[in-house]
């Protein structure tokens, strides 16, 4: 059976950051209990589904919390979690930033009204500050906007003056001012069970896209917004005081830590723009002794293959080290008017070496092949797609494929596939009548609701539907 037959017209870009399937439901390890994502708020799962009350969203330093990513550590005791704070009132974010990051929106708060009146001088109307934001400094916008409500608490006149050419964006400042708030950005490492919450390792403004905890070590490394479209920093932090360390620089955000915790693999782009070349690179960053090399540059590390990746780039490093990823099979020099053919799987040895096509039959894999899930030994990847609710199971050694869930017309995941154990995995699934969004478990062939007796709504936001009837 085909599973999946999607219109694809030439390299572009198939994915938008706000729509794609995110890790939103996650199994420990150890299978014994997942954390799930529900209207900002973390949720403890059972391994039978039972759900527990989501986490409160205030923890006493001031104002409330909102959580925007996780992951588990390695040995399942806890988690690291990525989490807004946000406030009505900048007295209560200020003293728990770092001196850098205060004084930096102290002197952007001075500077304030000059920066706007020269975006719009520059640039003209926006539809919104945070429009004109982008043309002053990407991957400042958090600084920036914080420093405007506090300008706009301090000097109003002053800021509406600088604003007088841009009319859009002032009547949008206007009537945003209900929802105003200033905001941060921290890590916690937190322990289901344990008061309080959790241990603060970073607080900045800038934000996490994807955090991975080394399975062996006491590190987590981060991919970090900068800006740029499509491009982040990779970070190494230590769990143990929080310290932040370079790994890499204008990277795609999608990476994993090899099996033995102490190396990372990440895409780098070659070419700018959507649909491009990127290189698959591994590069060492703890020592064997579990000390972090100094400098960190110096660890070894390898360019291991390049991959053509018209769609989100994702990789996954395979319990024996191997690396799994998709490209579109490409000979140059070649015909700008050919259509690609379908995009196709690749296992690449973790020392480097050729690449090997996993062999799929034409029209097992989605054009969007840029969410899938690979389980725990390595055997066989779980694969969903941006544009559908179809789901299915790839066996890596044979290519063999098979449908789990038929695509549905209006339906749209939102949510990754989770895995248990190497048997069994979850995904979202939404009811044809209530319109509901369940929890699937498959195992053995067969899919169980997992979530029937959650809370309405728990799951609303891991699918979406429209209703394209007339």
């Known amino acids: 059976m085909k599973l999946f037959r999607i219109a694809f017209l030439g390299f572009v870009s198939l994915v938008f950051a706000a729509c794609e399937p995110k890790e939103h439901a996650l199994w420990a390890p150890d299978g014994s209990r997942a954390?799930?994502?529900?209207?900002?708020?973390?949720?403890?799962?059972?391994?039978?589904?039972?759900?527990?009350?989501?986490?409160?969203?205030?923890?006493?330093?001031?104002?409330?919390?909102?959580?925007?990513g996780f992951a588990w550590l390695g040995d399942s005791s806890g988690l690291i979690v990525h989490r807004v704070r946000v406030s009505k009132n900048w007295?209560?974010?200020?003293?728990?930033?770092?001196?850098?990051?205060?004084?930096?929106?102290?002197?952007?708060?001075?500077?304030?009204?000059?920066?706007?009146?020269?975006?719009?001088?520059?640039?003209?109307?926006?539809?919104?500050?945070?429009?004109?934001?982008?043309?002053?400094?990407?991957?400042?916008?958090?600084?920036?906007?914080?420093?405007?409500?506090?300008?706009?608490?301090?000097?109003?006149?002053?800021?509406r003056s600088a604003l007088a050419g841009a009319p859009r964006a002032l009547a949008n400042l206007d009537s945003s001012r209900p929802d105003r708030a200033f905001a941060l950005h921290e890590l916690a490492l937190v322990k289901p069970g344990e008061a309080g919450s959790g241990k603060i390792l970073l607080r900045d403004l800038t934000?996490?896209?994807?955090?991975?905890?080394?399975?062996?070590?006491?590190?987590?490394?981060?991919?970090?917004?900068?800006?740029?479209e499509g491009l982040h920093r990779l970070e190494l932090i230590s769990l143990d005081d929080g310290k932040a360390l370079m790994v890499a620089d204008e990277v795609c955000r999608s990476f994993e830590w090899t099996p033995d915790g102490r190396s990372l693999v990440f895409l780098k782009p070659v070419t700018k723009g959507d649909g491009g070349l990127v290189g698959i690179e591994r590069r060492e960053v703890i020592q064997e002794g579990g000390g972090v090399f100094d400098p960190l540059m110096s660890g070894a590390s390898a360019d291991l293959a390049y991959a053509i990746v018209p769609f989100a780039p994702r990789l996954s490093v395979l319990p024996d080290g191997s690396v799994l990823f998709a490209s579109h099979a490409v000979t140059f020099p070649a015909d700008p008017e050919d259509t690609p053919e379908e995009p196709r799987l690749y296992r690449v040895p973790g020392e480097g070496g050729a690449p090997a096509m996993v062999p799929t039959e034409p029209g097992a894999l989605p054009m969007d092949l840029g969410y899938f899930v690979a389980s725990p030994d390595g055997k066989r990847i779980a694969v969903v797609e941006s544009?559908?609710?179809?789901?299915?199971?790839?066996?890596?050694?044979?290519?063999?494929?098979?449908?789990?869930?038929?695509?549905?017309?209006?339906?749209?995941?939102?949510?990754?596939?989770?895995?248990?154990?190497?048997?069994?995995?979850t995904f979202a699934s939404g009811d044809p009548e209530s319109k509901r969004v369940r929890w699937m478990l498959w195992k053995d062939g067969?899919?169980?609701?997992?979530?029937?007796?959650?809370?309405?709504?728990?799951?609303?936001?891991?699918?979406?539907?429209?209703?394209?009837?007339p």
Do not use: C
């Open 207 to 228: 934000n996490t896209a994807q955090i991975r905890t080394s399975p062996r070590h006491p590190y987590l490394a981060r991919s970090v917004d900068t800006g740029k």
């Open 91 to 159: 007295e209560d974010l200020a003293p728990l930033l770092g001196e850098a990051d205060r004084q930096r929106i102290e002197s952007l708060v001075a500077h304030m009204p000059s920066l706007l009146a020269s975006a719009v001088a520059l640039h003209g109307d926006a539809e919104s500050t945070a429009k004109l934001f982008e043309s002053l400094a990407a991957g400042e916008e958090l600084a920036l906007s914080n420093a405007l409500f506090l300008s706009l608490d301090r000097e109003p006149e002053a800021i």
């Open 387 to 425: 544009g559908t609710d179809a789901v299915a199971l790839i066996d890596l050694a044979s290519g063999k494929s098979e449908l789990i869930a038929n695509p549905r017309p209006g339906w749209k995941t939102r949510l990754l596939p989770s895995w248990k154990n190497a048997d069994e995995f």
């Open 35 to 68: 954390a799930i994502l529900t209207d900002h708020r973390l949720a403890l799962v059972g391994a039978d589904g039972k759900f527990s009350a989501p986490w409160s969203d205030q923890d006493g330093d001031g104002g409330r919390l909102w959580v925007e």
């Open 446 to 469: 067969k899919s169980t609701d997992l979530s029937a007796s959650w809370p309405e709504r728990t799951a609303s936001e891991w699918m979406e539907f429209k209703n394209s009837a």
